[in-house]
DNA sequence: TTCGTGATAGAG
DNA sequence: TCTATCACGAAG
């Protein structure tokens, strides 16, 4: 049977649409396993609310590390987001926000101290959590070990974009992605509503 | 809506 | 040393 895990090459094209592609594969983390449901992109260059914008570190991990390196850092003191390592034409890096809980389901239980799959992996933090992601796999290459990887599912998604969210800079790109409906992600996809409308149409 | 939590970076 | 700033989540 020919591998599912998603190489290397994947990762060397634009963050954005890294991104949206990742959505719908799966993630797999040891005997856990989820669908992503949501993405954010995150560009080296011209990006605010990147971390190479404000964090010389960041930017020495770009240069240091291979595409499909996991870049995993600690947030608000309490939370470990994962991201990948993306490049291609341009660098960046994308951020997996949401899953829906495939594998492995009672251990993710056992470790968030919640039982609505529903809540299991429905956050950055949360899915770190559940999947005990932690900096020890900081700069682990997600590309070589099928512990640690992303698959192909051979699933077809109908994606959404959106505006990022928890950001204050950089905020009006579309460069969030989630799976149309979806009822894991972390926050729901905004409504067309007349005011984000009008913000799109004039931009 | 508010608040805890700690790493990081830049200013003084 | 001090301070601001978070790509968050849970409780109220």
Redesign the pocket.
Known sequence: MRSRIIRTTFFRRDPVACARELVGTELIWGTCAGKIVET?A?LAENDE????F?????R?FVGRNKAGAA?I???????W?L?VLVKGASN????I?ALQPLRGIELMKKR???NDDK?LC????????AFEITNRHHEMNLCVDPRHCFAHSGEDVDVVADE??????SAHHRWRFTVRGSKYV?VPVRSLTRSSIDRSSSL
């Open positions: 954010e995150y609310a990147c971390h190479t404000s964090r010389p570190t960041a020495a870049y850092y600690f947030s608000y003191g309490a939370h987001m991201n960046g890096f994308v951020l926000r968030r101290g919640v809540r429905s956050g950055p933090g949360k899915l770190t959590e990022r969210i928890g950001i204050t800079r972390s």
